[in-house]
């Protein structure tokens, strides 16, 4: 099998054990809503600044949470049966099973990813090239670590070069697991509901990955990296259990107006990517807004009433709002030319969005 689609370029990992429906990129194993599709200057930006702000601790978080999460979706990528999940993670299966996650991680732009060697129980090292984010990407290597041994895997890393080689330290378990955020950080099942049956993305009629992904995206398996034709930024496969958590925990410590800090560089980081790219006023089409949310895994937009100064959106499957909030309102100044102020709240997992001149 080709390492991706010989039709459309989307990695054969992604459209092998992932769908895209209702608005949203679900794990085929288990109907969980996983990905979003994000810029990962967006993210790296967003985390640098909460790190000036709050110090290092917003890296524990984000390790945290990225490796749970990660270990989530690696226990359940290829089947969500656990008498199966067991096997692929045992002799003689984990060779397989640990490509294949490594092939995944690269498929969703974590970096040039290196198995480097294993021998389960003896000894393992790996070499990451590029990673988009140091912490996320050594917590996405955790999480596969942790479903493969059963426990929070202990590991060391060091810088070497331009890269850095993460070693397993046999036997050993990360004090992780006794840090009062693990299980508070704990993820959830994100499943979504059913939406308009009828709507669906155009698919590739080789791969059934939406067609447009790889028209709009580059995927380069070999350094791990996605990178948006258009602009040439790069983006990541963004778990949403992830930023979910960290939102959470975020809101526990800080309070609810936390969520206005992330809101609003959400809407700082799309305003300026619509200023700098001739696609803004296209996607003030209510079909074509709905292709662009469903497409990135960030919800369903079931209605869009533009009234002049005011206009209402729904949008279904939402599991990061602040993302999607962000994102509508700096495409409601680009189109407007004027500001706009935000009242937004959910309902279950629907999303309700007005947005009017300030």
Same mark, same amino acid.
């Given at each position: 099998?080709?390492?991706?689609?010989?039709?459309?370029?989307?990695?054969?990992?992604?459209?092998?054990?992932?769908?895209?429906?209702?608005?949203?990129?679900?794990?085929?194993?288990?109907?969980?809503?996983?990905?979003?599709?994000?810029?990962?200057?967006?993210?790296?930006?967003?985390?640098?600044?909460?790190?000036?702000?709050?110090?290092?601790?917003?890296?524990?978080?984000?390790?945290?949470?990225?490796?749970?999460?990660?270990?989530?979706?690696?226990?359940?990528?290829?089947?969500?049966?656990?008498?199966?999940?067991?096997?692929?993670?045992?002799?003689?299966?984990?060779?397989?099973?640990?490509?294949?996650?490594?092939?995944?991680?690269?498929?969703?732009?974590?970096?040039?990813?290196?198995?480097?060697?294993?021998?389960?129980?003896?000894?393992?090292?790996?070499?990451?090239?590029?990673?988009?984010?140091?912490?996320?990407?050594?917590?996405?290597?955790?999480?596969?670590?942790?479903?493969?041994?059963?426990?929070?895997?202990?590991?060391?890393?060091?810088?070497?070069?331009?890269?850095?080689?993460?070693?397993?330290?046999?036997?050993?378990?990360?004090?992780?697991?006794?840090?009062?955020?693990?299980?508070?950080?704990?993820?959830?099942?994100?499943?979504?509901?059913?939406?308009?049956?009828?709507?669906?993305?155009?698919?590739?009629?080789?791969?059934?990955?939406?067609?447009?992904?790889?028209?709009?995206?580059?995927?380069?398996?070999?350094?791990?990296?996605?990178?948006?034709?258009?602009?040439?930024?790069?983006?990541?496969?963004?778990?949403?259990?992830?930023?979910?958590?960290?939102?959470?925990?975020?809101?526990?410590?800080?309070?609810?107006?936390?969520?206005?800090?992330?809101?609003?560089?959400?809407?700082?980081?799309?305003?300026?990517?619509?200023?700098?790219?001739? @696609?803004?006023?296209?996607?003030?089409?209510?079909?074509?807004?709905?292709?662009?949310?469903?497409?990135?895994?960030?919800?369903?937009?079931?209605?869009?009433?533009?009234?002049?100064?005011?206009?209402?959106?729904?949008?279904?499957? @939402?599991?990061?709002?602040?993302?999607?909030?962000?994102?509508?309102?700096?495409?409601?100044?680009?189109?407007?030319?004027?500001?706009?102020?935000?009242?937004?709240?959910?309902?279950?997992?629907?999303?309700?969005?007005?947005?009017?001149?300030?």
């Amino acid at each position: 099998m080709s390492a991706c689609c010989a039709r459309c370029g989307v990695p054969a990992v992604i459209s092998k054990t992932h769908r895209w429906e209702n608005g949203c990129i679900v794990n085929r194993a288990n109907g969980n809503a996983n990905f979003s599709i994000y810029e990962a200057g967006f993210h790296n930006g967003l985390f640098d600044e909460l790190e000036r702000r709050l110090g290092s601790l917003i890296h524990r978080m984000v390790y945290i949470a990225g490796r749970i999460a990660a270990a989530g979706i690696a226990k359940n990528l290829f089947s969500a049966h656990p008498a199966v999940q067991k096997l692929m993670f045992r002799t003689p299966l984990y060779r397989h099973t640990q490509e294949s996650l490594i092939l995944f991680a690269r498929a969703i732009g974590m970096g040039k990813i290196e198995l480097l060697e294993h021998r389960m129980g003896k000894r393992g090292a790996v070499r990451v090239t590029n990673p988009f984010h140091l912490a996320h990407c050594t917590a996405v290597i955790l999480g596969g670590l942790d479903v493969m041994y059963g426990f929070p895997a202990a590991f060391t890393a060091r810088a070497e070069g331009s890269s850095y080689v993460g070693e397993l330290v046999v036997g050993k378990k990360d004090d992780v697991a006794s840090d009062e955020a693990y299980s508070r950080l704990a993820s959830q099942k994100l499943l979504p509901s059913n939406t308009d049956g009828k709507w669906s993305l155009p698919s590739c009629s080789r791969c059934s990955a939406p067609r447009e992904l790889g028209e709009l995206f580059r995927f380069d398996l070999s350094e791990g990296i996605i990178e948006e034709r258009a602009t040439g930024d790069r983006h990541i496969f963004y778990g949403h259990q992830s930023l979910n958590a960290i939102l959470r925990e975020f809101e526990r410590e800080l309070g609810p107006e936390v969520g206005d800090f992330f809101l609003q560089a959400e809407k700082d980081n799309f305003a300026a990517k619509l200023a700098s790219v001739a @696609v803004g006023a296209g996607l003030w089409n209510e079909d074509i807004l709905r292709s662009y949310l469903a497409l990135r895994g960030m919800g369903f937009l079931s209605r869009m009433e533009d009234e002049g100064d005011r206009t209402l959106f729904e949008v279904g499957n @939402v599991f990061t709002p602040t993302v999607i909030v962000g994102r509508l309102a700096a495409l409601w100044e680009h189109v407007k030319g004027r500001h706009s102020r935000q009242t937004y709240h959910t309902e279950g997992n629907t999303l309700q969005v007005e947005l009017t001149s300030s």
